[in-house]
């Protein structure tokens, strides 16, 4: 295993009993690494098993076959994930797509975001000047601490969300599909967030999304998801520059290009 | 550009016409009747050592039957104790076991609840067929049961007897609030974040399941006082001594004999009036809970 | 025919579970087992005279020993004596189930009915005045204990009328005078029906005022079908298998009722008779009952069972887009 890799993710699959005889293989020997300080972006359609492998990585899902190693520990076996628990809670957060259901109504952001450190250390609520820092790095001022979620926008709410996840000090975050339920203009302030924090903070990124152009904007490396299966991996610009794998272009030949006239070409070829 | 506006839009003298919606304020919609009667009730019966002209236990074997007069307001029981001193007195005992097995159903509830919400499929089968099998046994043959094991009644024992036996509909409610709660999000998150198992119940799932389960557990405070009273008057509750709305019921009996109608309507109107007042406030509960959900 | 199979062994299983708890929490439970068998007699007894009459009962035995010894009886369709009433306890049971079953019967069928009656009729004349009163009206009656409503009745019509007796199943000599027999049993079954008629009635009301909302009421009124046509059709054939699955399960539940009616008017029924076995440790009886009690329980709420999933084919189609709900949330 190489020294430099945070998370590694080996012949990962899953499957979903649907009924007595019915299963679903909803991820198929899935491996990929993610370096220490790296955004790694996993792309592809709605059902290819994005979420199940993040769901996999955050023990949320126990995986039928294959291994995920954390810092070169193997997250998967129960004696394993219960010796470090601790250090796995804090050190992986995960941030979710519908920011409405990620945050609980009844609590007010301050709450939210100091949730983690609360459980994490047992006492009570921290320090509000930590929470009021916190809200400060993803841009939101301290008057939101005492807002309950229904009071702010969807982007407002991811924000929060994000500042929740990041007050642990996280080492790795995975965040799916973060920016999906989103307008266009704030997926980009959120991309450009994501990006500041990152350089700022240093954590590994895992990005998972179907939008092709924030991934290429954002990520240093990319997987792409078919069907459960990883088919082409790479640096994005390689990906982007030269796809292999026929999905894979597919998916790129759909991406609008904010140029009318190639926009129009591209039509005629299909 | 407004004058356009309003050409092709609603005409005016037809939006007039629109009677305002009346605006019910918060107070209007509680039962103030039903409320001010139970705090009465309630109060009378946490200060009755201010209220009772008599000591209720005492046993006035000269003055025993008598009917409603000015020394014995509500008259005399069989044993000549007064009986409008024992109504305050045992009044506490009466709402102290319903309250206390309110509160006992609805801890067994909650946990239950929550457990089978949160467990596997195969576990949250098992418990709620076990669950609906207990619902589907009458409560009083179970009460029956348990307070022959116990022995010998005393309100504690009763009250636990009542709430170890009444808590099966409220789980029910809370697992399947529960079942749909546990798929948001944010309780994924606290679970990710290493939120134990109390501690999501504490934060997430209670504050979120507990308006649904108020008007049952207001009803249930209601049920309760009815199985004591329905206990002691058999003989397998509360026994004579102890004194409660339902044990001065059980001297009925004898006062059937000799006519001493004031011995069975006197604590029998004091009962179903603090349950019709329960039951008004409970209902208040339910109505607004339905409004808040069409409203959403 | 798979299904039904399935269904007996649960059955089957229930029942014999049933049994085994029963047997054991009645024997550990405090209480002199001779007493009833002796009486007062029990007190003057030497120990030598106790270890004899308990032989002779087959207490001494581990519990376990007691309950297969009592097993191996039923399947000789043995159920043994009552100590109480020195005889069979099957004899003593069938003198009493006779008055039960007419009771708790008349009881059921008058809810059943009045139930549905009440409840069309509200959602018929919704918020009309007379939906109005009998709504407020049940509300009132059901906060009233069943058994102080059973003794005011008394108190009014036998006590201060002399109207009708207020207790027993028939007056002293007169078992066959039928006339008699319902004079005895109009106020127990005044009592009965009163305090779960509503709570079934309301059911209907709300279960019929969804049914009038849903879009093909809409749809037959736009066709130019009747109210009552509508109502009494078409509404009633949605709401009946869900009515009849929850009055298979009110069975116990009116039962339950029963026992306090008959406690309270002394009706020689089963009610008392399980009150008076458990007090005295009657094992025998006490077993027997709560078997049969239990049967009936276990039966009622498998028929309810079957009745949701086999006769609504609503139900059934609910049943799996639930499952494939879950399905896909997995």
């Given at each position: 295993m190489e020294n430099n890799s945070l998370l590694d993710v080996q012949h990962l699959s899953h499957m979903f009993h649907l009924k007595r005889k019915m299963t679903v293989k909803a991820?198929?020997?899935?491996?990929f690494q993610i370096k220490k300080g790296e955004i790694y972006g996993l792309v592809g359609e709605s059902g290819s098993g994005k979420s199940t492998v993040a769901r996999c990585i955050m023990n949320i899902y126990k995986p039928s076959e294959g291994e995920i190693f954390y810092k070169g520990i193997p997250i998967c076996k129960n004696k394993e994930f219960r010796k470090n628990r601790k250090m796995l809670q804090m050190t992986r957060q995960m941030i979710f797509q519908d920011s409405a259901s990620s945050l609980n109504p009844r609590m007010k952001i301050e709450d939210i975001v100091a949730e983690p450190l609360r459980i994490y250390s047992g006492k009570g609520r921290p320090g509000k000047k930590e929470i009021e820092k916190q809200l400060e790095l993803v841009g939101l001022d301290r008057s939101y601490m005492e807002k309950y979620p229904c009071e702010l926008s969807g982007g407002q709410r991811q924000r929060v969300a994000i500042a929740r996840a990041l007050s642990t000090k996280p080492e790795l975050i995975v965040a799916d599909e973060p920016i999906a339920s989103l307008d266009v203009s704030i997926q980009a302030q959120m991309v450009n967030l994501f990006r500041k924090l990152q350089k700022e903070q240093g954590f590994s990124f895992l990005f998972i999304a179907h939008d092709l152009s924030m991934v290429e904007f954002l990520c240093d490396r990319t997987g792409v998801m078919y069907h459960g299966k990883l088919v082409e991996e790479g640096r994005t610009k390689d990906i982007f520059a030269h796809p292999e794998h026929e999905y894979t272009k597919a998916l790129l030949a759909a991406v609008p290009i904010p140029d009318p006239r190639i926009e129009r070409q591209k039509g005629e070829v299909l | 550009m407004s004058d356009l506006f309003e050409m092709v839009g609603v005409k005016p003298e037809l939006a007039e016409q629109q009677v305002p919606e009346k605006e019910n304020r918060w107070y209007d919609t509680i039962p103030w009747l039903s409320v001010i009667i139970l705090i009465l009730i309630v109060g009378g019966c946490l200060f009755c050592n201010r209220i009772m002209t008599k000591d209720p236990s005492y046993m006035d074997l000269k003055n025993y039957t008598i009917a409603p007069c000015k020394e014995f307001l509500f008259g005399t029981d069989t044993m000549g104790r007064d009986i409008f001193s024992m109504i305050w007195y045992g009044g506490r005992q009466s709402l102290f076991i319903g309250i206390a097995a309110t509160v006992i159903s609805t801890g067994i509830a909650i946990i239950f609840g929550t457990v089978s919400g949160m467990a596997p499929e195969w576990l949250d089968m098992l418990l709620m067929?076990?669950?609906?099998?207990?619902?589907?046994?009458?409560?009083?043959?179970?009460?029956?049961?348990?307070q022959a094991i116990l022995g010998k009644a005393n309100v504690f024992s009763l009250s636990f007897v009542i709430g170890i036996t009444s808590w099966m509909s409220i789980a029910k409610i809370i697992r399947t609030e529960v079942r749909q709660l546990r798929n948001n999000e944010y309780v994924i998150a606290a679970r990710c974040m290493g939120g134990g198992f109390f501690y999501i119940l504490y934060k997430h799932l209670a504050p979120n399941f507990l308006s649904s389960i108020m008007f049952m557990v207001v009803m249930n405070i209601r049920s309760a006082i009815v199985e004591e009273s329905t206990l002691s008057f058999i003989g397998i509750g509360l026994p004579l001594e102890v004194i409660s709305w339902g044990s001065m019921l059980s001297l009925s009996e004898k006062a059937l004999l000799t006519g001493a109608w004031?011995?069975?309507l006197i604590p029998g109107v004091f009962l179903v009036v603090t349950l019709l007042c329960i039951t008004s406030i409970g209902d208040?509960?339910?109505?607004?809970l339905n409004k808040q959900e069409s409203n959403l | 025919m798979l299904y039904y199979g399935k269904k007996l062994v649960i059955f089957m299983i229930s029942v014999?579970?049933?049994?085994?708890?029963?047997?054991?929490?009645?024997?550990?439970?405090?209480?002199?087992?001779?007493?009833?068998?002796?009486?007062?007699?029990?007190e003057k007894m030497s120990p030598e005279e106790r270890e004899w009459a308990e032989e002779k009962l087959g207490l001494n035995d581990k519990i376990s020993v007691q309950y297969s010894r009592w097993i191996n009886q039923v399947f000789h369709g043995n159920f043994g004596r009552s100590y109480k009433y020195k005889m069979d306890v099957l004899d003593v049971l069938k003198s009493r189930l006779g008055n039960t079953l007419l009771l708790g019967g008349t009881g059921f069928l008058i809810i059943f009915a009045g139930a549905l009656l009440l409840g069309v009729i509200c959602a018929w004349k919704e918020g009309g005045w007379l939906d109005k009163i009998i709504c407020k009206a049940g509300t009132i009656i059901s906060c009233v204990p069943e058994f102080w409503l059973a003794l005011v009745l008394i108190l009014v019509f036998s006590?201060?009328?002399?109207?009708?007796p207020s207790s027993g199943a028939y007056a002293v000599g007169q078992e066959k005078n039928i006339s008699d027999r319902i004079l005895h049993m109009i106020l127990p079954l005044t009592v009965i029906v009163t305090e779960h008629l509503w709570y079934y009635g309301y059911m209907v009301r709300n279960k019929m005022l969804d049914e009038i909302r849903a879009d093909y009421v809409l749809l037959a009124?736009?066709?130019?079908?009747?109210?009552?046509?509508?109502?009494?059709v078409h509404c009633m054939r949605n709401i009946m298998p869900s009515y009849l699955s929850i009055m298979a399960i009110s069975v116990t539940h009116i039962m339950g009722g029963t026992y306090v009616a008959e406690t309270v008017f002394s009706y020689p029924g089963i009610g008392t008779l399980a009150y008076e076995s458990a007090r005295y440790k009657d094992y025998n009886l006490l077993m027997i009952i709560s078997l049969m009690s239990g049967i009936i329980i276990i039966a009622c709420n498998m028929a309810a069972q079957i009745l949701n999933?086999?006769?609504d084919p609503r139900m059934r189609i609910s049943r799996q887009s639930e499952m494939q709900e879950v399905d896909n949330y997995e």
């Open positions: 991820i198929d020997d899935v491996s | 067929r076990a669950t609906e099998i207990l619902l589907s046994i009458p409560n009083l043959l179970t009460v029956i049961f348990l004031w011995i069975i208040c509960i339910r109505k607004k | 014999g579970l049933l049994s085994l708890v029963t047997f054991y929490v009645s024997r550990l439970a405090p209480g002199d087992p001779l007493f009833s068998y002796y009486g007062e007699r029990v006590v201060s009328l002399r109207w009708l009124k736009a066709k130019g079908i009747k109210k009552s046509r509508i109502m009494l999933e086999r006769i």
